[in-house]
């Protein structure tokens, strides 16, 4: 699976993040939300905004979807 890209974001004056992701609006973080979101971003910043953003998991749905383990719920 290709790594995550396309993703950026900025921090308003009242501390709230805003993460887009193709220059939209991906997710709204605010409060200690925000603060653990800036925390964490330096490690690998396209990464942890795909995980925060919940569009992380693409790519693996056909795969799932064909396991035994998820026969009943088809």
Known sequence: MPPPRGFTHTTRPDGTVVVLHHGRVAATLRG?????????????PQEVMARW?????????RTAKNHP???DRR
């Open 32 to 44: 200690a939300r925000a603060a653990e979101f800036l925390a964490e971003v330096d490690d690998d």
């Open 53 to 61: 953003t919940g569009n992380y998991r693409h790519g693996n749905e």
């Open 69 to 71: 383990r998820n026969a």
